[in-house]
């Protein structure tokens, strides 16, 4: 077994040998779709979806897989399989094959594997964190936010490189990864229990979550963010630089580094403030408000270097949300329940975000692009209004246990 330390190093080079390849799969897939391919807004759309909408489904059943088996195990498993995709459509590629069926295809399979994934991740991270858990889940976060930053600059280069070198490098990445992953230790075996449905099981998470005054508004909020938020970032963001700033893969790729550095300032900034915040509910409110008022900004069509700037803003509202809603869920969730409440969270970017991205891309096609970002934005507006009436996340305050 991995000392403390070591283990959760290794934990975090495993971390960004993930998120490294998800950074250029983020521009990427869009570039063949939106530049590449040139498919209108319904169909950048809906590849969007085919990417995303395995979450719906697999994030619950990964978290309930990592909940009953040992999820360091799964975890390797899983970088061995994610390493696939990217080699397959790079085969294709090199023998002349681009289409749009296969780019669903790809989708579909990476998304799938990543719904398992992730769940995973996140409830190996209490094992490796040592005392303080707030801080660990924010330089994870932080992690994250820079392997996807870095993967973005990369595949900044598509124009000039094409997709060949970048889809070799995010297969190899993601192998190399399992290495990392096979030094993490094992977590402590689940006690003798008998196992309940799937959908039962599935029921059980979500009645904790609906029990607890501080896990269902922080869910209702990211649920939120996931249908209004990620949908348009992901399918209308690259139309609004492909038809309104004319621009190719660099220029998708510059919004995405302006928006991913805003989240990692944000992430390193709560790093060393993690343990001492209780008001976490008021700041995550207020981090999640700053998306609607981005949103309404970006519909008067900016110069580009003004859109670059928003993006920024974005950013820090997006890294100041996630750190301190994964925190507190890793703070309040009970360890039999920890996987299964984490795969509600991420289920609400990767469920909701393709429902959101379905209906952006069909609001840019049928009604244009400046309704496809107006009208989420007044939608998460109403929702925010809602969680605050309804619930105590203004007043409620979230510390770390004692260890």
Request: hydrophobic share 60%; aromatic share 10%.
């Amino acid at each position: 077994m991995a000392a403390p330390r070591a283990a959760f190093n290794a934990y975090l080079i495993g971390l960004g040998s993930w998120f490294v390849p998800l950074g250029i799969q983020m521009v990427l897939f869009s570039w063949l779709a939106a530049i590449v391919l040139h498919m209108n807004a319904f169909y950048v759309g809906l590849a969007q979806v085919a990417l995303m909408a395995p979450g719906i489904l697999f994030l619950p059943l990964g978290g309930l897989v990592a909940d009953r088996c040992n999820a360091r195990r799964l975890l390797l498993l899983y970088h061995c399989l994610y390493a696939l995709p990217p080699l397959v459509l790079g085969l294709v590629l090199w023998a002349g094959g681009l289409s749009y069926p296969l780019l669903i295809a790809y989708g579909l399979a990476a998304g799938s594997i990543s719904a398992f994934a992730v769940p995973t991740r996140d409830a190996l991270l209490p094992t490796v964190a040592g005392r303080n858990l707030p801080r660990a889940v924010a330089l994870a976060t932080a992690l994250q936010f820079v392997g996807q930053l870095v993967g973005i600059a990369a595949a900044s280069q598509a124009d000039r490189w094409g997709a060949l070198p970048l889809l070799g490098l995010q297969s190899a990445l993601v192998a190399l990864g399992a290495l990392a992953v096979w030094r993490l230790p094992d977590p402590p075996p689940h006690p003798p229990a008998e196992h309940p449905s799937f959908w039962r099981s599935i029921a059980d998470g979500v009645a904790e979550a609906a029990r607890s005054e501080q896990i269902w508004p922080v869910l209702a909020l990211n649920f939120g963010i996931g249908v209004f938020y990620v949908g348009p970032f992901m399918a209308v963001l690259p139309l609004v630089v492909r038809d309104i700033y004319l621009g190719g893969a660099a220029e998708i790729a510059y919004v995405n580094l302006a928006f991913w550095a805003g989240t990692i300032v944000a992430a390193f900034a709560f790093a060393g403030l993690a343990r001492n915040l209780s008001l976490r509910g008021r700041l995550i409110v207020l981090a999640v408000s700053v998306g609607a008022v981005i949103l309404f900004c970006m519909a008067l069509q900016p110069p580009f270097f003004v859109l670059n700037g928003l993006c920024f803003v974005w950013g820090l509202g997006a890294g100041i949300t996630l750190t301190q809603s994964r925190t507190v869920l890793q703070i309040v969730t009970p360890a039999t329940h920890r996987a299964r409440i984490m795969s509600l969270f991420q289920l609400g970017l990767g469920g909701g975000g393709p429902i959101g991205a379905l209906i952006a891309g069909t609001l840019a096609w049928g009604f244009g692009l400046k309704l496809a970002m107006v009208l989420p934005a007044m939608a998460m507006s109403v929702l925010i209004v809602t969680v605050l009436v309804r619930s105590r996340i203004w007043t409620m305050r979230t510390v770390e246990r004692p260890t």
